[in-house]
């Protein structure tokens, strides 16, 4: 399921339940916002995906040169539950679960993705990297597609410009030996984890979380 990038209206009370996804060679669930469009109150529940080649990812950007030129979007107020991910690999692409607001490389702000909960969510990475790869940064960029997001520092999730998210009940794990930390949060507030349960790599030098 995939909303964005190319929306410029608003989108607000959306479900999605009872859904099995397969073969998304950019997200399970996809949330982007590139030219203007709020999508505010969604709803996951019940949702299985096999060979996504990420599981959930959610990003603001901006990117829109047309006239008139509309401020940043925004994304908020959703709740993703009973969601399983398994063998998360697609058009042979492997990307960590993300959480990315929206960054001004020029004035420096950065405009949160805010107010999303997750419960009993299990998400999953194919595994197979070091633990050196902590210090992997992706570039702040405007693209939606997570293939161009880099390399990630953590296997399960990454989230950076985010504010008041929530796991309760969820799961981080990998096909194959990761020695990245579960999850890396950077530049975010109120993130709370209410019994995380995450595989850790046999050879992991750094911190779990």
């Known amino acids: 399921t995939q909303i964005g990038s190319e929306t410029v209206g608003n989108f607000s009370d959306v479900t999605f339940s009872d ?28 949702i299985i995906m096999t060979n996504c080649a990420c599981p959930i990812f959610l990003k603001l950007d901006y990117r829109t040169s047309d006239s008139p030129t509309p401020v940043v979007g925004r994304i908020r107020n959703i709740s993703i539950n009973n969601v399983s991910a398994y063998h998360s690999e697609g058009d042979n692409r492997i990307n960590t679960s993300t959480i990315n607001g929206y960054f001004d490389t020029n004035s420096t702000a950065g405009i949160p993705i805010e107010n999303i909960t997750f419960n009993n969510v299990k998400v999953s990475n194919i595994g197979n990297t070091a633990a050196s790869g902590v210090t992997n940064y992706p570039p702040e960029n405007q693209d939606w597609q997570p293939q161009n997001f880099g390399k990630w520092p953590s296997y399960g999730w990454y989230l950076r410009w985010a504010r008041n998210i929530s796991f309760t009940n969820c799961q981080t794990k990998f096909d194959n030996n990761d020695d990245r930390p579960a999850v890396v949060t950077d530049l975010s507030t109120n993130i709370l984890f209410n019994t995380l349960v995450s595989d850790v790599g046999n050879n992991n030098t750094n911190y779990d979380m």
């Open 19 to 46: 859904l099995v996804l397969t073969e998304a060679g950019k997200a399970g669930i996809g949330i982007t916002s590139q030219d203007g469009s709020i999508l505010d109150g969604f709803t996951y529940d019940n």
